[in-house]
């Protein structure tokens, strides 16, 4: 059975010299599809120029909450009516490198609040899911998602500190989606928090070029260890491979259903 990368930067620079390369092994080893995520507007050409190159690859319009200093809506009004341009995000709340200075910090948390909640609004005018990015800041992010009625439009927490606290959002048209981090030798909380998240809303990622799952840490990740995620949660699931893929696709294409592979 296929699986889908729902999150991989494959703007990113460290792919620039062999891009194809990397598009058609992981398509040699099944995967079946791979969604590059928005995180700067700079990147958004090169995401459109992939996406229109390989039926197989769509893209986000997005800004990830390090790049905030960069968002500007008209930019991503451009990009999110390209029909491979599937959803918005990655946006969301990131408190792991806030300013010492505590002026300066909660300066930042604002900016990355009113700039979530645009992009939330944003993703509910032109009726795509989101991509949420959820690190040292589960709560605020679960309130923000909550009081902005996100669940109409729906999306994926594609990094969520693998917070128990955040799974109630599941039944707000919420997915799960877990990468390499899974294959860790210190991601005791994620493994034992992924029986917890309901099946239905589980689905797999790689995050590349970083996170790379064992045994290749250290390497560049790419999409074609998605294998090597689902492999791993079939172990902690105790499902067959081939079931965490099917299942997994499937929740794929209920969420981003414009994900339309010609096999």
Do not use: W
């Amino acid at each position: 059975m296929p699986i889908i990368d729902t999150h991989c930067h494959l703007d990113n620079i460290q792919y620039q010299d062999d891009v194809d390369t990397v598009i058609q092994t992981a398509l040699n080893e099944g995967i079946e599809a791979i969604l590059i995520p928005g995180a700067d507007p700079k990147d958004l050409p090169r995401a459109k120029m992939l996406a229109e190159k390989y039926p197989e690859v769509y893209f986000a319009a997005g800004v990830h909450p390090y790049d905030c200093e960069n968002y500007d809506l008209d930019i991503l009004k451009t990009y999110i009516t390209h029909p491979k341009c599937i959803a918005v995000g990655e946006c969301g709340l990131d408190y792991f490198r806030l300013p010492e200075d505590e002026i300066e910090k909660a300066e930042n948390i604002a900016l990355q609040k009113k700039i979530f909640i645009d992009q939330i609004n944003f993703a509910k005018d032109v009726k795509k899911p989101l991509i949420v990015h959820i690190r040292d800041a589960s709560d605020d992010s679960k309130t923000i998602l909550m009081q902005h009625n996100a669940k109409e439009v729906g999306g994926v927490l594609h990094c969520f500190n693998a917070s128990e606290h955040l799974l109630p959002l599941s039944e707000h048209n919420f997915y799960f989606s877990v990468g390499g981090v899974i294959t860790f030798k210190n991601a005791k909380k994620l493994v034992d928090i992924l029986p917890k998240i309901p099946l239905n809303k589980l689905i797999v990622e790689t995050d590349g070029p970083y996170l790379t799952p064992h045994p290749f840490r250290g390497t560049r990740n790419e999409p074609k260890y998605t294998n090597n995620v689902v492999t791993k949660i079939s172990e902690i699931l105790s499902m067959s491979k081939s079931e965490v893929s099917k299942l997994t696709t499937e929740n794929a294409k209920k969420l981003f259903k414009e994900f339309d592979i010609k096999n």
